[in-house]
T-cell receptor
Framework: GAGVSQSPSNKVTEKGKDVELRCDPI?????LYWYRQSLGQGLEFLIY????????KSGLPSDRFSAERTGGSVSTLTIQRTQQEDSAVYLC??????????????FGPGTRLTVL | QKEVEQDPGPLSVPEGAIVSLNCTYS??????FMWYRQYSRKGPELLMY????GNKEDGRFTAQVDKSSKYISLFIRDSQPSDSATYLC????????????FGSGTQLTVLP
């Protein structure tokens, strides 16, 4: 079946603009995650959704970052007033969210964000 | 200091070599230990995982966990050019392995 998809694949924006990044999880997966990967760095956890609720927002770096998930499916990560340090690859993952352990995360290809 | 440390490499080996990739960690509560492979411009994919201590083998890949030393390893036997990728270790202290802490990744190149 189809994997996790993300759009756009690349986004170039000017400092101060808002951007929206989209994630379409694997059908039926109840859990969804956003990560950020900067050059030479590991994945930095941003936020986790179970259904449409976000029990863990601890990784959002500032109040310029927000995310929502609707219909238990598509999620949007919004960055307001972008800064150059926001430049990174933003990765989305989904997992079944069922009782089987571990709840394996499947990643999308990422959105490469460049803030000029 | 980061909770998970991983040598970034780059590591370059000839085809057929045995590759050893390693991570150290500081959080003794970690119970799931995972290895992800990430090809250039792609998302990470789970290679294998280990729960608690011990070894796990899957084809040419072997994962080892030494909780007493807080040290994990991934061995690749008979390495192939198609193994060229960045390898990320990830760990979790929660029972469902949803909260993952990643290493920074080791870039591996296998030369034909």
């Amino acid at each position: 079946g189809a994997g996790v998809s993300q759009s756009p694949s690349n986004k170039v924006t000017e400092k101060g603009k808002d951007v929206e990044l989209r994630c379409d999880p694997i059908s039926g997966h109840t859990a969804l995650y956003w990560y950020r990967q900067s050059l030479g760095q590991g994945l930095e956890f941003l936020i986790y959704f179970q259904g449409n609720s976000a029990p863990d927002k601890s990784g959002l770096p500032s109040d310029r970052f927000s995310a929502e998930r609707t219909g238990g499916s598509v999620s949007t990560l919004t960055i307001q007033r972008t800064q150059q340090e926001d430049s990174a690859v933003y990765l989305c993952a989904s997992s079944p969210g069922l009782a089987s352990l571990p709840d394996t995360q499947y990643f999308g290809p990422g959105t490469r964000l460049t803030v000029l | 200091q980061k909770e998970v440390e991983q040598d970034p490499g780059p590591l370059s080996v000839p085809e057929g070599a045995i590759v050893s990739l390693n991570c150290t960690y500081s959080n003794s509560a970690f119970q799931y230990f995972m290895w992800y492979r990430q090809y250039s411009r792609k998302g990470p994919e789970l290679l294998m995982y280990t729960y608690s201590s011990g070894n796990k083998e899957d084809g040419r890949f072997t994962a080892q966990v030494d909780k007493s030393s807080k040290y994990i390893s991934l061995f690749i036997r008979d390495s192939q050019p198609s193994d060229s990728a960045t390898y990320l270790c990830a760990m979790s202290a929660d029972g469902s392995a949803r909260q993952l802490t990643f290493g920074s990744g080791t870039q591996l190149t296998v030369l034909p």
